[in-house]
């Protein structure tokens, strides 16, 4: 393992960087170093994963018409609300 202040330092760099690194925008040092620091580290390598998996949520989410998610919701809120009233 890594020197404990340059561990710590990395962890800031990488929840900070997050983004930046999957989305390709940080340089060629910096996402090395969010790689590395991911590779060693099981909380930012969760981090990463979820992050991953959210925004690909999110990009499946374009083709769908809004109008059509509307209705499903007031519909299980309704649901919700009955239930707590009976």
Do not use: N, W
């Not at 959210?54 to 509307?70: D, E, F, H, K, M």
């Amino acid at each position: 393992m890594r020197h404990p202040i340059r561990f710590h330092r990395d962890h800031r760099f990488t929840v900070i960087h997050a983004s930046g690194y999957l989305d390709g925008e940080l340089d060629a040092d910096a996402a090395r170093r969010v790689h590395d620091h991911a590779h060693i580290c099981p909380k930012c390598h969760e981090m990463l994963d979820s992050l991953r998996r959210t925004i690909s949520g999110l990009r499946g989410l374009r083709g769908s018409s809004r109008a059509s998610v509307v209705p499903d919701v007031l519909d299980a809120l309704r649901s919700d609300d009955e239930q707590r009233t009976s």
